[in-house]
Every structure is written in C-alpha cells, then in structure tokens.
C-alpha cells in the first residue's frame, strides 16, 4: 500500500494565531505581488521590501513561543492566495521537512538558524544537499512551479535562545508536502 504523503498542516497542531495593525505592511505585499508574474525579480523586489520594513519594526511583540514547536502568526492572506506569516522560535524548535507553493520568502528578523535545504528523492523522500548557518537578519526566497506544492524542500532549526522570522508565501503553506530523509 502506498501511503499518502502527509502535509505540512497534518504534522502541525499547534494554535493558529492571527493579528491585526500589520495591513498596511501586507497591502504593500500584496499590492507588489498580485497581477504578475512569480520570477526572481519579484523575489527581489519582496526581500527588499520585508527586510526594508523589519529595518524599522520589531517583532519582539510576537511572544507566543511554545516548547513543542515554532508559532505561527498570521499579518494576512489576500483573496490571490498570498499570505504573510510570522514565526516565533525557541531553541530547538524546528520545522518537518517540507515542500512549499511557488513562492517561498523567509526573512529572518533576529536570533540564529539552520536551514538545510534538500532535494526530491521519490516516493515522498528527500535527501540533504545543503546546511546553511544562518545569523539575521537575512532574507532568502525561492522561485518554483506554479500550481504546486512540493517546490523547494527544506527544513529549518532554530539554534539560539529566541528568533523571529517572516514569511511570504504565493499559496497556503500548510498546504506543502512533508518528507522522510533518506542518506
Ligand atoms: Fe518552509
């Protein structure tokens, strides 16, 4: 029997949280995204963007961290599919390995990280192809197919005592794949 290949949301119980006072800062995103098309350039102009505006605002009031896994904060989803997230990190909490929409921006706003990034190896699996130690703040994005939700396989660790990253997704990202390393 072939098993289903689980997603994201399936290995994810934590609370969903949301928060208002952030729609200006979404609107923009929106307002850069929607009615175009999803290439580097816009990869570009999105991590400009966040990182301009976490210059300027602190996420130290998303304090919802937990020990059994990150937190996830909602700042919007528009009626287009794009949503923007806030993580909230502890030591040692980290993400399933896991797939992602076409669109994939994380910003790393303060505290350490590691994300390894893998790739496909069939029947739900994946294999390790890259470890980056990451200090914030730094933005990474990746561009994929659109439509589908098993682009850009990673996992992300976080390494010192609190961390706050910011994401932008084209899709619901609860919507990604999970996968079982192989070596
Ligand atoms: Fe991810």
């Known amino acids: 029997m072939i098993m289903k290949q689980q997603r994201v949301a399936d290995k994810f119980s934590e609370p ?23 290439d580097n350039e816009l990869g570009e102009l999105l991590k400009e963007y966040v990182s301009e505006w976490l210059a300027h605002n ?11 896994a990150y937190s996830r904060t909602y700042l919007g989803r528009s009626k287009s599919g794009w949503e923007a997230i ?31 990034i893998f790739e496909p190896a069939g029947e739900g699996r994946a294999r390790l192809v890259k470890t980056l130690e990451i200090k ?36 619901d990202a609860l919507q990604g794949l999970t996968y079982e390393v192989v070596e």
């Open 16 to 38: 969903v949280n949301s928060k208002t006072g952030y729609e200006n800062f979404f609107d923009g995103v929106v307002a850069m995204c929607d009615n175009r098309v999803i």
């Open 86 to 116: 806030v993580m909230g990190w502890k030591r040692g909490n980290t993400t399933s390995v896991h797939s992602h929409p076409q669109f994939a921006g994380y910003n790393f706003a303060d505290g350490e990280f590691r994300v390894e």
């Open 58 to 68: 602190s996420l130290a009031e998303f304090d919802n961290f937990s020990d059994t």
């Open 136 to 171: 914030a703040p730094l933005s990474l994005y990746s561009v994929g197919e659109e439509g589908q939700f098993d682009n850009h396989i990673h996992r992300i660790t976080c390494l010192s005592e609190r961390g706050h990253s910011l994401h932008i997704y084209s899709d």
